[in-house]
């Protein structure tokens, strides 16, 4: 019997009426000689409702005890899954995210995962049962409880996936596919059938939040076969998959916009060796994450650097870029988080020309001024005003014609 890993993510699980109908299609694939393992994310709004309760509280907590909070909302959805699939007479129980074997490090908020130990999945699966997994969670070699980053209830799936050597992953949600852009700004935008790893990861990476960038680097490592899907149709969804077994290798493949952006410029920083490693060493031992990066040359022996982070990291960031302008002897600083990134993605790029002179070209008709850039081989990458995010997306869309891919 082959072993599916399956994954619904938080609107497909928002109340107990969508549970049942989760179960029901839950059953109905067992049926047909599957063993099922399932994760599900917290339901609906669960976890930024969990979020919104620390804010009351202020500052000063530490992000373990955040961990030990946000966890309980998959605890919730996978007990609730469970007990409807026993109620419509199907053997089942949840796990937790540690039950199931989920190794992570311990990076509380953002712990990746570094195992799986399926003992116990295993174990259920042998006596005919639906495994439900909390997602989203793991245990770190200290045995607290660490959460995966948003989004993360994805890579718990793709990672059982992997470790289970499952045959599919299947990740259900509130769209039936990976479109060409995200099709709650940009109405023309049309499903793609299949998408290669590397595009999958790249698109995720710089905003697509329909797959947890870190599901899709697991999927391409692991070479899991991922299929994204709705769960409320029967529609078939998009197949990540090899880029030797699509059909065909578009030069775009979408277009993807992340608001989740913010800008930080240093001003004069002397020219000399060993600058950009104090200022970004100091970012990088507060585990914050620097995205795009410019140098420029300005006058004489000083340059400007600028660089992007997520948004919501900025007043953590401030302070510490303060003291390195200071103890480094640059001029000043400047931040804002009234910028958006927008990219292009595709695995033709590489081989074609133009591609990224196409993307300015588009920018500058529809007169949006690109304040950093950014390319990857198969990425081009702007920073751009964010009020003009919806603008570029749908003008980018247009140009590269995507409104009739499939
Ligand atoms: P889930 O709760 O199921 O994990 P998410 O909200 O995380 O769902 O991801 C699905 C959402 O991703 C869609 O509703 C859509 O708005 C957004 N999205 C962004 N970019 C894309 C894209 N290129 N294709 C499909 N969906 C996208
Ligand atoms: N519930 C978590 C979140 O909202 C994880 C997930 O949904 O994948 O980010
Ligand atoms: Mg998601």
Same mark, same amino acid.
């Given at each position: 019997?082959?072993?599916? *890993? ?10 107990? +009426? ?5 179960? @029901? ?81 311990? *990076? ?57 050597? %499952? ?118 031992? +507060?585990?914050?994450?620097? @995205? ?64 990224? %002179? ?49």
């Amino acid at each position: 019997m082959a072993l599916l *890993v399956c994954k619904f993510g938080g609107s497909s699980v928002a109340d107990i +009426n969508k549970i049942r109908r989760i179960a @029901d299609k839950l059953i109905a694939m067992k049926a047909q000689g599957h063993r099922i393992v399932t994760v599900v994310s917290a339901m609906g709004d669960t976890t930024d409702d969990l979020l919104e309760l620390t804010r009351e509280i202020g500052r000063g907590h530490d992000l373990r005890e955040l961990d030990m909070l946000l966890a309980t909302g998959e605890q919730q959805s996978a007990s609730l899954l469970a007990m409807s699939l026993q109620a419509a007479g199907c053997p089942a129980l949840s796990l937790t995210g540690w039950q199931a074997g989920i190794l992570t490090d311990n *990076v509380y908020s953002k712990a990746r995962i570094n195992d799986i130990d399926p003992i116990r999945i295993e174990q259920e699966l042998d006596q005919g049962k639906i495994v439900v997994v909390a997602g989203f969670q793991g245990i770190a070699p200290n045995g607290d409880i660490t959460t995966l980053g948003r989004g993360g209830s994805d890579t718990s799936a793709v990672a059982l996936a992997a470790g289970m050597k %499952a045959k599919h992953c299947l990740i259900f949600t509130d769209v039936d596919g990976v479109y060409t852009a995200d099709p709650r700004i940009e109405p023309r935008a049309s499903k793609l059938r299949q998408i290669c790893y590397e595009e999958m990861l790249e698109f995720a990476s710089v905003g697509a939040a329909v797959l947890q960038p870190r599901a899709a680097e697991l999927a391409m490592n692991y070479r899991v076969e991922v299929e994204i899907l709705s769960s409320f149709t029967e529609k078939p969804g998009t197949i990540i998959t090899e880029v030797a077994k699509m059909d065909k290798v578009r030069t775009v493949s979408g277009v993807a916009h992340d608001l989740n952006v913010a800008k930080i410029a240093i001003f004069d920083v002397p020219d000399q060796p060993g600058i950009a490693s104090k200022v970004f060493r100091a970012l990088a031992d +507060n585990a914050i994450n620097v @995205d795009m990066i410019v140098q420029s040359q300005m006058k004489g022996d000083r340059n400007d650097i600028a660089f992007t982070i997520e948004r919501q990291e900025l007043s953590r960031a401030l302070p510490l870029v303060e003291t390195v302008v200071a103890d480094i002897g640059a001029a000043g600083m400047a931040y804002g988080d009234d910028v958006a990134k927008i990219s292009i993605v595709g695995a033709g790029m590489q081989s074609k020309p133009g591609v990224a %002179a196409d993307m300015f070209a588009v920018l500058a008709e529809n007169g949006i001024n690109i304040q950093m850039i950014s390319t990857s081989e198969i990425k081009t990458s702007c920073i751009i005003e964010e009020a003009q995010t919806q603008k570029a997306v749908q003008a980018l869309h247009q140009c590269f014609d995507l409104e009739n891919e499939s």
